[in-house]
């Protein structure tokens, strides 16, 4: 267990030398609701599936039989909650006369921020490292394996997704039909859109994904591509040419993610589906975050202050509500 935080550590907070003692802490926007699906469920394991509908329906020749078609059943996906917890301890004279007395005392403040940055990194590292079925997700104090896998068995991007009924396997990474993972401009937007295009329900029925939102790193040679492409997508131009043809592309609507690391990644959603309980990345909530009680450790006076919350991060189904792109005309 660790020691708490003594005066030691802490000197300038009772050094009456320095006037003026500021708490600088980043404070980061909730992000995953904009391209998560966001839920609360009372259950410890929550477990989804679907059914398909018909084919299509056949000609049948005079005094023959119908065709008859059944609905086949979709895969399912468990979803177990998960318990992340902080704690911070203060020994009772650092927080009298260094944390108390310097007004730094906004201790529940901090530990939602701390709670709120795990499920935004959390979020964000599915997506980047979603051409895997898992990876180590870097703590502070331990990594942990996160598996990536849906209903299908099968990473977040894959080229192949099988398909419920067995037929034609799925692609969402995106494909110009020659090239995966193209970088992000106005020829990739088109390559994801036929990508987008070609996905189909269980039974294999046209299923086209209307593309309506980019999701990429804040700051990052993408984000600025989009915002200059969109002015003139949003015009009706297409962007960097001097001909007279219209755009055959809509503006898009811009997520940037403070969490995501990868400059050239970049992802595109059908938010109609990709925000839904049916499709789409989920954030299943079984307890909101939560400040405990404070505990004072008779023996030592120590204060120790603790937040916890109850979520698990998963999907079942991605391949007909987002695409993927690492960017460098390679990655599948």
């Known amino acids: 267990m660790a020691s708490p935080l003594n005066l030691g550590q802490i000197s300038d907070t009772t050094n009456v030398a320095i006037q003026k003692?500021?708490?600088?802490?980043?404070?980061?926007e909730v992000q995953l609701k904009k391209f998560y699906n966001f839920r609360t469920t009372e259950d410890y394991i929550d477990k989804d599936s679907s059914l398909s509908g018909l084919k299509e329906a056949e000609f049948?020749?005079?005094?023959?039989?119908?065709?008859?078609d059944v609905p086949v059943q979709g895969f399912d996906q468990s979803y177990t909650q998960d318990s992340v917890d902080i704690i911070v301890s203060y020994s009772y004279r650092s927080w009298k006369f260094g944390i108390k007395k310097r007004k730094l005392d906004n201790i529940a403040k901090e530990i939602n921020n701390a709670l709120n940055r795990?499920?935004?990194?959390?979020?964000?590292?599915?997506?980047?490292?979603?051409?895997?079925?898992?990876?180590?997700?870097?703590?502070?104090?331990?990594?942990t394996t996160i598996t990536l896998t849906g209903g299908d068995i099968l990473e977040p991007w894959q080229t192949a997704h099988t398909r419920e009924d067995g037929g034609t396997s799925m692609n969402n990474v995106v494909y110009d039909g020659t090239t995966y993972s193209l970088p992000f401009d106005y020829a990739g937007y088109k390559a994801a859109v036929r990508t987008a295009s070609l996905w189909v329900d269980p039974r294999g029925n046209p299923?086209?994904?209307?593309?309506?939102?980019l999701v990429?790193?804040?700051?990052?040679?993408?984000?600025?591509?989009?915002?200059?492409?969109?002015?003139?997508?949003?015009?009706?131009?297409?962007?960097?040419?001097?001909?007279?043809d219209g755009s055959a592309l809509?503006?898009?609507?811009?997520?940037?993610?403070?969490?995501?690391?990868?400059?050239?990644?970049?992802?595109?959603?059908?938010?109609?589906?990709?925000?839904?309980?049916?499709?789409?990345?989920?954030?299943?909530?079984?307890?909101?975050?939560?400040?405990?009680?404070?505990?004072m450790v008779y023996k030592t006076r120590e204060l120790?202050?603790?937040?916890?919350?109850?979520?698990?991060?998963?999907h079942n189904d991605v391949a007909r509500s987002n695409l993927a792109s690492a960017g460098d005309s390679s990655t599948t």
């Open 118 to 143: 795990k499920k935004e990194k959390l979020a964000a590292e599915r997506l980047t490292n979603g051409f895997s079925t898992n990876y180590s997700h870097v703590g502070v104090s331990k990594n």
């Open 250 to 295: 809509p503006a898009l609507s811009i997520v940037e993610n403070d969490f995501l690391t990868q400059d050239a990644y970049w992802f595109m959603q059908d938010s109609s589906r990709a925000l839904t309980e049916e499709y789409g990345f989920q954030h299943i909530e079984a307890e909101a975050n939560n400040l405990d009680p404070v505990n």
């Open 216 to 244: 990429c790193k804040t700051g990052s040679t993408v984000a600025f591509k989009a915002a200059e492409i969109n002015k003139a997508m949003r015009d009706g131009k297409i962007p960097e040419s001097f001909d007279h």
């Open 304 to 314: 120790q202050f603790a937040g916890h919350t109850f979520f698990i991060q998963g």
């Open 21 to 28: 003692m500021f708490k600088k802490e980043a404070q980061n």
């Open 60 to 68: 049948t020749d005079e005094n023959a039989e119908i065709l008859e």
């Open 207 to 213: 299923m086209v994904g209307k593309l309506d939102t």
